[in-house]
């Protein structure tokens, strides 16, 4: 009798204690389930190394890319704050997961990431004016000329080009490119390099800012396409945010909205509500994957 009523007692503190943990499991489920829509949906922290403008305006939370990048990730529902941080230091926040993603990276330059799709393509370009009469086909016709480039390109664009910059006493960078390009239209160099379309935001910027004057702009410009085009994809801590934006990517490139955006800044670098004088930058050879 005593096994009997012993067994029952058992029986029925496993069975309360059952009771107990499936309803724990049970609840958690129910709240799992109704997470999953708006747990999808998250706000996420971008790193942007530098404003690169008509690419990265930071002044006013724009450009090219950064609207890519909130038009994409709105498709799955996700929102971006941009942080802007130098180059390092965006690496660093991200490995320490300080970031959810970073934009603007080469595949393997950071480990235990995921990678996007390719996202943007710059064309960077030795920059000359026509009057000038340059013959420049390769890295080699940049010697003996005073190259003005952007800050890091010695290191950033090929080891040919960085035996130029060192071997070539006409060297120089400039950590502000709309420099370049005033040092260029008023003579004060005779190559630059850089992406033909920052060259064209500036230029515009530069006449804005009364640094050029309308006389300057009648020079006509060459851009010397002899660097490849160099791509960019985006880099995401989370496998799945990396999917969602690349699903992004395609929907908005396939409806339209990306070449929607590109027409916007296409006439953001226009010169054609500001003067009658439109320089012209021209292009000897064709340029494949042109972002603009």
Request: hydrophobic share 40%; proline share 3%; aromatic share 10%.
């Amino acid at each position: 009798m005593f096994n009997i009523a012993h067994k029952a007692a058992r029986a029925a503190i496993w069975h309360n204690h059952y009771r107990y943990h499936y309803c724990q499991y049970k609840w958690a489920g129910l709240l799992t389930l109704c997470c999953v829509q708006p747990c999808q949906a998250l706000e996420l922290k971008i790193g942007a190394s530098q404003s690169i403008p008509p690419y990265v305006i930071q002044e006013t939370n724009s450009g090219l890319e950064l609207e890519l990048l909130f038009n994409a990730l709105a498709v799955k529902g996700h929102t971006a704050s941009i942080h802007y941080l130098p180059l390092a230091r965006t690496f660093h926040e991200l490995k320490e997961a300080k970031l959810d993603g970073v934009i603007n990276i080469q595949e393997g330059m950071v480990k235990n990431v995921f990678y996007s799709d390719v996202a943007i393509t710059y064309q960077n370009c030795a920059i000359s004016l026509m009057s000038n009469q340059y013959n420049i086909n390769s890295i080699a016709d940049l010697n003996h000329k005073h190259v003005v480039t952007f800050q890091r390109a010695s290191s950033l664009l090929g080891d040919e080009f960085t035996q130029m910059a060192k071997s070539n006493k006409g060297y120089q960078e400039q950590a502000q490119q709309i420099q370049q390009v005033y040092m260029l239209m008023k003579h004060r160099a005779d190559v630059i390099v850089m992406d033909k379309y920052i060259f064209e935001y500036y230029l515009k910027l530069a006449f804005i800012e009364g640094k050029l004057t309308p006389q300057d702009l009648t020079q006509q410009t060459v851009c010397h396409p002899i660097f490849a085009p160099t791509q960019y994809r985006f880099a995401f801590l989370n496998a799945q945010i990396r999917d969602d934006f690349n699903i992004g990517l395609k929907q908005i490139t396939d409806n339209g909205t990306l070449w929607a955006l590109k027409e916007k800044y296409r006439r953001l670098i226009s010169f054609d509500n500001h003067t009658e004088t439109s320089p012209d930058l021209i292009v000897p050879k064709m340029i494949k994957h042109d972002p603009l």
